[in-house]
């Protein structure tokens, strides 16, 4: 600070001082105190590094660089990717990244703790919205299952259940014994010797088919959604990658396809 004093006579010789200040902005002074991060822009200007320059061998932007440089953290991203792009610059500057990484947790920490205040609102509010929708949806289904149960009001009285019981067992010693109808024939019931036709579909899937008809292979390789093959010999070899996918016919009558199946002479 600088003055100046004046005096002047004013009918009784009294003075009248004038004092002249240099005012300072507080927060200009502030900023022009050298800070750790400052002296990342001196290491790199020392080592005839520019920004652009700088910014390429560390996989960061320009503008990235440079918040870096000025300790504008709040610039940065939080968490572990603003920590990750001061390490690369400090990995490229070669200097020791833990001061760096110390300093910017305590200037991140008011700002994780404000983020969480302005969050916390908002996720209350979705808590409540999934509540909402939860008792909405068990009302709902209560009321369903309710008049389910009870069913169609036709003013019907319903029939009493000793008489619905003796009819039941009226009708049953009345009605004549039935026959069960004999099982069909065995698929591959034939004459010794006898030619088989196997006939394989990839009804609802690609299959790999392998196919070998006595003892020559036919077939190996996939079987498009669709497609079919028909082989034929005394003896048939079948196998399939997807059972599941497949429909297995022999001689025209389907059989129950499996991962292996044998058809002809000496089948199991």
């Not at 919205?129 to 009001?153: E, K, M, N, Q, Y």
């Not at 099982?183 to 088989?196: F, K, N, Y």
């Not at 997807?242 to 292996?260: E, F, I, L, N, R």
């Amino acid at each position: 600070m600088d003055g100046s004093a004046n005096g002047q006579g004013d009918g009784g010789g009294h003075g009248i001082i004038r004092i002249r200040t240099n005012s300072i902005d507080p927060d200009a002074a502030r900023h022009t105190v050298p800070t750790m991060w400052d002296e990342l822009r001196r290491i790199r200007a020392s080592a005839g590094l520019d920004v652009k320059e700088t910014a390429r061998r560390a996989g960061l932007s320009v503008v990235t660089v440079e918040a870096i440089e000025a300790g504008a953290i709040e610039r940065l991203p939080i968490g572990e990717a603003g920590r990750r792009e001061v390490v690369s610059l400090c990995d490229v500057l070669g200097v020791d990244p833990a001061p760096y990484l110390d300093d910017l947790r305590e200037q991140l920490r008011p700002a994780l703790a404000s983020r969480f205040e302005r969050q916390r609102p908002a996720n209350r509010r979705s808590r409540l919205v999934v509540f909402g929708l939860i008792w909405a949806v068990l009302a709902v289904g209560f009321t369903v299952s309710w008049l389910v149960s009870r069913g169609p009001d036709t003013g019907v009285p319903a029939p009493d259940a000793a008489a619905t019981s003796n009819d039941v067992a009226t009708s049953s010693t009345a009605a004549p014994p039935t026959t069960a109808p004999a099982p069909p024939a065995p698929a591959d019931a034939r004459a010794p010797g006898e030619a088989v036709t196997v006939s394989i579909v990839a009804a609802r899937d690609d299959v790999w088919v392998r196919v070998a008809a006595d003892g020559a292979e036919v077939q190996a390789g996939v079987v498009r959604h669709g497609d079919r093959v028909d082989v034929s010999g005394r003896s048939v070899d079948v196998v399939l990658s997807k059972p599941s996918a497949t429909d297995v016919s022999v001689d025209s009558a389907p059989v129950q396809a499996s991962a292996t199946m044998h058809f002809g002479d000496a089948s199991t």
